[in-house]
């Protein structure tokens, strides 16, 4: 079946721009994951949903950065007015459950570069 | 100092040879630890999953925890040139909100040469 797809695989922007990245959960999979991997790390968490309720967004780095999942399915995460520093693979996963036991199945990433 | 640490390496080993990689910890509330296996260019895949202390055996693979020193291992028995990828450790915690959210380590790059 279809894996996690996110879209755009890559984007380029300028610096105060604003960026919406998508990801599409494996169809039925309750919950949704957000991280970010710096070249040469591992991921880093960003926020998670179950269903369409927002479970924890300790990870997020300011303000900034928002995201929503309205019909607890594709999910979107925004940066606004982007910064040089926010460049880096952005990841998006889901598992059946919220429970750690269930595996997180990660997407293909988008590499967000921002100029 | 970052909740989990973990050797980057890389490391370099010929076909057929046990690998170990490790992961240390801080975090007291961490109970379920994962191994996650990234080829280039690729997202993480869970390699093995294991629940509080003690070993987990899956093939060539074998998953150890040991709470008591917050050390995790995974050793790789007869070695493959496709195993060659990053290792991740990660980790979760047990309630609440923390159910979803993996920590991970920096990875171990893993390279094995015929």
């Known amino acids: 079946g279809a894996g996690v797809s996110q879209s755009p695989r890559y984007k380029v922007t300028k610096r105060g721009q604003d960026v919406a990245l998508r990801c599409d959960p494996i169809?039925?999979?309750?919950?949704l994951y957000w991280y970010r991997q710096a070249l040469g790390q591992g991921p880093e968490f960003l926020t998670y949903?179950?269903?369409?309720?927002?479970?924890?967004k300790s990870g997020l780095p300011n303000d900034r950065f928002s995201a929503e999942r309205p019909e607890g399915s594709i999910s979107t995460l925004t940066i606004q007015r982007t910064e040089q520093r926010d460049s880096a693979m952005y990841r998006c996963?889901?598992?059946?459950?919220?429970?750690?036991?269930?595996?997180?199945?990660f997407g293909p990433g988008t590499r967000l570069l921002v100029l | 100092q970052k909740e989990v640490e973990q050797d980057p390496g890389p490391l370099s080993v010929p076909e057929g040879a046990i690998v170990s990689l490790n992961c240390t910890y801080s975090?007291?509330?961490?109970?379920?630890f994962m191994w996650y296996r990234q080829y280039s260019r690729k997202g993480p895949e869970l390699l093995m999953y294991?629940?509080?202390?003690g070993n987990k055996e899956d093939g060539r693979f074998t998953a150890q925890v040991d709470k008591s020193s917050k050390y995790i291992s995974l050793f790789i028995r007869d070695s493959q040139p496709s195993d060659s990828a990053t290792y991740l450790c990660?980790?979760?915690?047990?309630?609440?909100?923390?159910?979803?959210?993996?920590?991970f380590g920096q990875g171990t790059i893993l390279t094995v040469h015929p």
């Open positions: 996963a889901s598992s059946s459950g919220g429970r750690p036991q269930e595996t997180q199945y």
């Open positions: 169809s039925g999979h309750v919950s």
């Open positions: 949903f179950n269903y369409e309720a927002q479970q924890d």
């Open positions: 975090n007291s509330a961490f109970q379920y």
């Open positions: 294991t629940y509080s202390s």
């Open positions: 990660a980790m979760s915690g047990a309630g609440g909100t923390s159910y979803g959210k993996l920590t």
